[in-house]
């Protein structure tokens, strides 16, 4: 497919609903780059738990979250079935930021107002460079309002957690699918209920559905999106 220049996708959608699978295998197939920002309020959360501070503790969690060294790197990837390398203040977190105590807090250290606006600062010099696939939950309505095409995946809460359960058991920790279906749901609520840029679908977002549908036929349907998007572009 031609490329054209600045042309940026804005992926939204709750945990585990296949949107950095997606997101990644489209960004590799247009040669794309690939920001999940997930990552990034994993990274200021896991720095958080690092040096002890509280993360109930709003001051010191932004603060903090405003000096973190972060790099988000594609390129030469170490074969353990990452997707990125995340880079905190030189030391790499890619695993660290996957555990349950991440999990257990980086909803409540992305409520924070400071937190975002911080984040979403760092998001949009990225996206500043165009051809860009950008991943997250409120990356249409807020940090890419503008973004030619956008995309708002969901599948079942069931489904969501039946795929984080086997995600858990691929990187070795011992995991149960009722604790973990518990977690998407809370972590949902608190996403779409959080006072400063909730969860939800841009007015001009397009919802796809991934329950039980497999990621070839989505790819498939997006990229017929992307190339009737560019020849109105
Ligand atoms: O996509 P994920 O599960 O890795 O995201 C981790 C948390 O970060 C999730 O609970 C919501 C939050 N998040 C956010 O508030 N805004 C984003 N753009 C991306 C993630």
Redesign the pocket.
Known sequence: MTQKQGMTIAIDGP?ASGK?TVGKKLADLLNYLFL????M??AATLAALKNDIDVHDETAVTEHAKTIDLIINSTDLVEDGRLYTVLLNGEDVTWDIRTPAVDAN??QV?KYLGV?NEMVKRQREYGRKGNVIMV????GTI?LPDAPLKLYITATAEERAQRRWQDRQMQGHEASFDIILEDVIR?DN??SQRKH?PLKPAADAIEIDTTQQSVDLIIKQIMTMIQEKQEVH
């Not at 999940?36 to 990552?39: L, N, R, S, V």
């Open positions: 945990a950095t999940d920002t997930g990552c309020y994993r980086v909803s992305s975002r997250g939950r409120d990356i940090v972590r608190i996403d840029s």
